[in-house]
């Protein structure tokens, strides 16, 4: 069943007492851009999102930290965090070996390094997960799964086709909401009509007022010097 808001006003999320969990604090994060400031502020008003823009902006990093630091509050609406995000190179994850966790795992790795850093320890992650906290997920596997009481985080959009799109926000149940991550521009979909998704997606939502869309612009580039100056020399010669 799901759970019943606490308040009228359940939207307007607050942030400020932790969850008790022994030696495991998130650090304090600070938007370091002004599309970062807007991320906070709309997920902080109760917002969905739709993070798009380039690489190395942070949509990653400040999506889960947000998710992490409202699910680790007291008295939090929700459960858990579940991540999803496509395996474009092995859709067909049945033919890899292992079970499902060894198939996925190495796809995990962008987000146990970011608890990595937000805790400033190894195994956060992880613990996360045998709390039930966190849960990761392909798009391999979700017929017939409902997500209630959860923040659904999905990563890598750009490698979403527009069925396996519809396929999550179908899943999405009460007292859900969703943060979508992507970049049309790093997309790993070679075929044309697959490649829409994404903007198929943006188009649709951005009829929802529930729906906020923030995009990230060369000048969010946060991860390093490098890839800034690398990401800008690259769209202006047309690579892109």
Known sequence: MAKTKKNK?????????PRTISHFDLRPIKPLTPNQQKTFDAYNQGHNLMLHGYAGTGKTFI????????VLTINSLYDKIIIVRSVVSSRDMGFLPG???EKTQIFEEPYKEICDDIF????????????????FTTTSF???????????????????????????MTRIGNNSRVIF???FRQTDLNKPHEK?????FMRITHRINTFKHIEFEQSDIV?????????IQKTEMGYA
């Open 9 to 17: 006003n359940a939207r307007n999320i607050s942030l400020s007492q």
């Open 63 to 70: 999506s889960l930290y947000l998710a992490l630091k409202n």
């Open 99 to 101: 079970n499902i966790r």
């Open 120 to 135: 400033g320890r190894g195994d956060g992650y992880e613990i996360l997960k045998l709390k039930k906290l966190i849960e």
């Open 142 to 168: 979700l017929r017939g799964l409902t997500f209630n009481n959860a923040i659904v985080m999905i990563d890598e959009t750009q490698n979403l086709t527009f069925p396996e799109i519809d396929t999550i």
């Open 181 to 183: 991550c992507g970049d």
């Open 196 to 200: 829409e998704g994404i903007t198929q």
């Open 223 to 231: 991860r390093s010097n490098l890839v800034r100056d690398y990401i």
